[in-house]
């Protein structure tokens, strides 16, 4: 199939990577476990048994109305915690060939959806927002944009990171949530090239 690339002449790409069916269950399953990848799981309470202070008992058994030992049970506040939470992994197994089907499915639907742009360059040489405004007015994109290139040059992530909702990555750093999240998907040719090459 072939893509239109903004200014030039069309670049011919994989079916395979580019023009798939798009399979929103594994989609839905491969977002979830990369946002599942990113918790810090580093939350952490103290059990009764890990509570500092006395273990004595602080009144008679009988008499004295409700039984109770030492003032660390998870009844009392200051308490122990009856079911505290440990530090834990919240990752989740994905297979490489799944997780491979799961972006090709999501630049096919992009493709499908006229989100995709492809341009031979950004066309920024100097760290200017006026700049980095007026491409994205000549590809009439708007809302959430990620521009990805092959490698990313310092002065098209400064010229972008004052504008709200662009985002800019290198091919290598591609991932599902910013594709999925992204309203239009800004491609220079040899980053396209190089995702067929991953794909592929």
Request: hydrophobic share 40%.
């Amino acid at each position: 199939m072939e893509l239109n690339v903004i200014g030039a002449k069309p670049l011919t790409v994989s079916d395979e990577v580019f023009g798939g069916e798009f399979k929103q269950a594994l989609v839905h399953q491969v977002v979830v476990a990369y946002q599942a990848g990113g918790r810090a799981g580093t939350k952490a309470q103290l059990s009764r048994g890990e509570m500092s202070g006395t273990t004595k008992k602080f009144k008679k058994q009988k008499g004295g109305g409700a039984r109770h030992g030492d003032y660390r049970a998870p009844i009392f506040v200051g308490g122990g915690r009856t079911f505290a939470a440990k530090p834990r992994s919240f990752e989740q197994k994905v297979n490489r060939k799944a997780y491979r089907v799961a972006i090709r499915s999501i630049f096919s639907e992009l493709a499908r959806q006229d989100r995709l742009k492809i341009v031979e360059s950004f066309g920024i040489d100097t760290p200017k927002t006026k700049s980095m405004v007026a491409k994205l007015a000549e590809l009439q994109v708007s809302g959430r944009v990620l521009l990805v290139s092959e490698d990313a040059s310092e002065a098209v992530f400064l010229a972008a990171r004052n504008i709200p909702y662009i985002h800019v990555l290198d091919v290598m750093a591609l991932n599902p949530v910013s594709l999925v999240g992204s309203d239009h998907v800004v491609m220079t040719v040899e980053a396209v090239k190089k995702v067929e090459e991953w794909l592929a």
